[in-house]
């Protein structure tokens, strides 16, 4: 076989300025450059070419934590941590993690690594020190509340599940399964929530999709499988010049005989979105919530040896009815949105506001300050003495020192308070609460 046979892009006239510039780069460029990293660079920009929102080239450890994200399971240390005025503290300690059977707790702050102050800018940088390969050793400095001086521990690194599927059982027997993405062992994730669920009694069920992004068809497909009558259709996948066009229909085993009601909204995209218009074309389910994100085209992905990822985009699909929900999205049965703070963006770490500060970080404290209950009856957009007395007030109360000012650690119990509220105050669950009651009231 020849070489262009081998390669056909050395016949491609254009192969020549690539070429070109890549001994040009490697002979004269100014610094040294290393050649895998140029390969990648131009990989890159070629996927980049397709203007294609989903098509991706991943170079060596982007690739890896890539597909790591979908194995259901990642090497470290079993802590979350977030970044507060320039200190790293541990929000969460995953329970029979390293860090839990080392004794860590939240709110302990890491400042040093390997025997030497933190010097990463951000929490991703730390987690890349914090992970590796099993059974490797990690010291870290930690800062205690009560302790006069930093204890260093050291951690052995071991696997540390990544769960997508949490569950709770919510009044008259409605159980509340939520997936946050789909990945490998989602679906068997969801079967052990359901079973514990029936075993307390469920009712009905409330699948929670709202804010997850996707992820791996086989996991949404074998749930699917679960909730779906048999032989009814999923989805139907369509490649290029539909030359080809795979119907998945439902395996059902044992039938399916509660009411289902699914939450979507604007976030709930790909995968999610399949299982969604499946339930509701298919079994009947109510949705409710907002029209999801619309992606409805689907990705294979390919690791290379160097754990280089290409997240290529070849096919599209449609729903049971044959719906295409590509930049339109799913519809809900049922339309329902969170109360409005729900929206606002967050307020990035490192954010310093105080009286004279100005700009659209400024109008989010203030909204997020009235949500609470602490208005500020001065300028939208800018910190004045009104804004300034009501987060006065909002520290006084939380206990936090009344400074005025906006830092790290007051927007962090800001978002808390946020998130509590929201809890209360969800309308879409609410909603689908109430629906599902309806519906088995309507049965008895």
């Not at 790293?88 to 102050?117: C, H, M, N, W, Y």
């Not at 769960?163 to 994730?189: H, L, N, Q």
């Amino acid at each position: 076989m020849s070489l262009i046979a081998q390669h056909p892009i050395i016949a491609e006239p254009a192969f020549r300025n690539l070429s070109a510039s890549y001994n040009e780069i490697r002979a004269d460029f100014l610094k040294n450059t290393d050649p895998s990293d140029l390969i990648n660079g131009a990989a890159e920009g070629m996927v980049a070419s397709l203007d294609d929102p989903y098509s991706r080239f991943l170079s060596k450890e982007k690739g890896k934590a890539y597909v790591e994200s979908y194995e259901g399971e990642f090497v470290g240390i079993g802590v979350t941590v977030r970044q507060e005025d320039g200190k790293f503290i541990i929000t969460s300690v995953i329970k029979d993690a390293p860090a839990d059977k080392a004794g860590l707790r939240a709110e302990d702050v890491i400042v040093q690594l390997e025997g030497k102050p933190v010097e990463v800018k951000t929490t991703e940088e730390l987690a890349q020190k914090l992970r590796g390969k099993e059974g490797t050793k990690v010291t870290i400095g930690i800062s205690r509340s009560g302790l006069s001086e930093p204890f260093q521990v050291t951690l052995t690194r071991a696997p540390i599940k990544q769960e997508s599927v949490s569950y709770e059982m919510r009044e008259g027997g409605i159980g509340v399964v939520t997936v946050t993405r789909f990945a490998e062992r989602t679906a068997e994730e969801f079967d052990k929530a359901v079973e514990a669920l029936e075993k307390d009694g469920m009712k009905a069920l409330l699948l929670d999709l709202r804010s997850n992004p996707g992820g791996l068809l086989t996991p949404t497909i074998d749930i699917a499988n679960r909730l779906i009558p048999k032989d009814k259709t999923i989805l139907q996948v369509v490649y290029k010049d539909e030359k080809r066009v795979i119907t998945y229909r439902s395996k059902q085993e044992k039938p399916w005989e509660l009411p289902i009601a699914v939450l979507t909204d604007s976030h709930s995209a790909s995968a999610s979105e399949v299982l969604a218009a499946a339930l509701k074309e298919s079994a009947g389910a109510t949705v409710i919530g907002e029209t999801t994100y619309g992606k409805g085209v689907v990705q294979r992905f390919r690791q290379f040896y160097d754990g280089s990822v290409l997240s290529l985009t070849e096919a599209q699909w449609r729903t049971p009815n044959g719906q295409w929900i590509n930049e339109k999205g799913v519809e809900p049965t049922i339309k329902v949105s969170l109360p409005e703070y729900a929206s606002l963006p967050p307020l990035p770490s490192g954010t310093l506001l105080k009286e004279g500060s100005y700009g659209e970080h400024v109008k989010t404290l203030q909204s997020m300050l009235e949500a609470l209950g602490y208005p500020a009856d001065g300028t939208p957009g800018l910190f004045d003495e009104a804004t300034k007395r009501s987060l006065e007030s909002f520290q006084r109360d939380e206990k936090l020192d009344v400074t005025g000012e906006l830092n790290d650690r007051t927007s962090y119990r800001i978002v808390q308070r946020l998130s509590e509220k929201l809890k209360k105050e969800d309308a879409p669950l609410l909603k689908g609460i109430e629906t599902l009651k309806q519906q088995l009231g309507a049965r008895t």
